[in-house]
């Protein structure tokens, strides 16, 4: 592969490094062993427009650890990480939330380059990543994104799980104008279950003025796949982090107690 591996190694030290480094074991799920309640009487069962069904809720006495949602003007945000909550399926174990974290880095053929660097969600060990539902994706040329999960596997051992892609094009008429996402001017790919907090990042892996000049930037990001569409302006005129302030569209599981999400 004509790539330059120190580009992919750095990467990869920090990613690994970040997420150890940040990997906190906080404590849960005193109230999580009992079964589920019926609604408290008092407790709001909306926030603006989002349902908030038990064991989700918003006051005292309305939620099961650590279901407990912040609500304010600008909506409803699972307390636990800040997360903006789109909506709650009791019925699948889903909640979508908007994922703010879009990681992006720009190589400006005038020397200038700057990035977001490491882009992480620690989930408390109720959510998980939904492997089913949710893609990782990266926009560019010659771009490298990696993604590093921390998961409980069989016996709830810990492990780290890297995945990644690249996305390859030489100029813009090499870009896919569909909307598929495989590998020109876009790449995707799947991740294993039990991702309960992860990181993204994204760079080149060739230092090339040619793609530089029509293609600066670089994006990396998990979303829910049915959700995203590309579209071949997002590799140079739009700018995919700045179009999506707020984030993207994140599907997890949640499970109440130590039960599998499936
Ligand atoms: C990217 O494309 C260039 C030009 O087509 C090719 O030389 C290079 O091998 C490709 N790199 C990868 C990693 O596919
Ligand atoms: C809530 O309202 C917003 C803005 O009007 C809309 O985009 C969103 O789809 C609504 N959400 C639900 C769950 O109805
Ligand atoms: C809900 O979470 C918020 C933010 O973590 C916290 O300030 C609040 O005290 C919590 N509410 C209850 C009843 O635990
Ligand atoms: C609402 O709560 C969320 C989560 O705590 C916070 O990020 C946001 O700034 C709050 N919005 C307002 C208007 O206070
Ligand atoms: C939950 O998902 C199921 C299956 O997609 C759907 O039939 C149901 O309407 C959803 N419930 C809510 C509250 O969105
Ligand atoms: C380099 O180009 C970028 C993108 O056009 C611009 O934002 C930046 O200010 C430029 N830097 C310098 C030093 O001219
Ligand atoms: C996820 O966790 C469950 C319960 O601990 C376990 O049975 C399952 O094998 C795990 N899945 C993966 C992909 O590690
Ligand atoms: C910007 O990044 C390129 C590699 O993509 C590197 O060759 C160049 O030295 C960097 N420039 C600065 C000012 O760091
Ligand atoms: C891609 O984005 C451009 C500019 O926003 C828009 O005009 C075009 O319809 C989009 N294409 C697709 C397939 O969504
Ligand atoms: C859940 O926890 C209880 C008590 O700690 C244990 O007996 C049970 O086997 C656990 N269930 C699973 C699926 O891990």
């Known amino acids: 592969m004509d790539c330059s591996p120190i580009t992919g190694q750095k990467l990869l030290i920090l990613l690994a490094a970040t997420l150890i480094l940040q990997h906190s074991t906080t404590a849960y ?21 989002i349902s908030i069904p038990y064991p989700f809720g918003t006051g005292k006495g309305c939620f099961q650890e650590p279901f407990n949602v912040t609500c304010n003007e600008t909506g409803a945000y699972l307390s636990s990480t800040e997360v903006r909550v789109l909506d709650i399926n009791l019925t699948l174990g889903e909640v979508r939330v908007q994922n703010p974290h879009i990681a992006w880095n720009c190589d400006y053929p005038n020397g200038t380059n700057s990035s977001n660097g490491l882009n992480i969600l620690s989930l408390d060990p109720f ?5 089913k539902k949710n893609k990782f994706i990266a926009i560019g040329c010659a771009t490298l994104g990696l993604i590093a999960g921390s998961s409980k596997g069989k016996n709830q051992v810990d492990f780290l799980t890297v995945n990644s892609c690249y996305s390859n094009c030489t100029d813009a008429s090499s870009v896919d104008d569909s909307t598929e996402c495989i590998g020109l001017g876009c790449c995707k790919t799947s991740f294993p279950g039990n991702i309960s907090s992860f990181s993204t990042t994204t760079g080149p892996f060739l230092d090339s003025p040619a793609i530089q000049s029509f293609s600066p930037c670089s994006y ?6 049915g959700w995203f569409k590309f579209n071949r302006s997002y ?16 599907v997890l ?7 599998s999400c499936s």
């Open 235 to 250: 590799i140079n005129s739009i700018n995919f982090a700045s179009k999506y302030t707020d984030g993207v569209p994140l």
């Open 220 to 225: 990396s990001f998990v979303v829910e796949e």
């Open 127 to 131: 959510h998980k990543l939904s492997d």
């Open 253 to 259: 599981d949640w499970v109440v107690g130590n039960e």
């Open 29 to 49: 799920g005193a109230e999580s062993s009992g079964s589920i309640r019926m609604m408290q009487p008092g407790c709001l069962d909306k926030c603006g427009n």
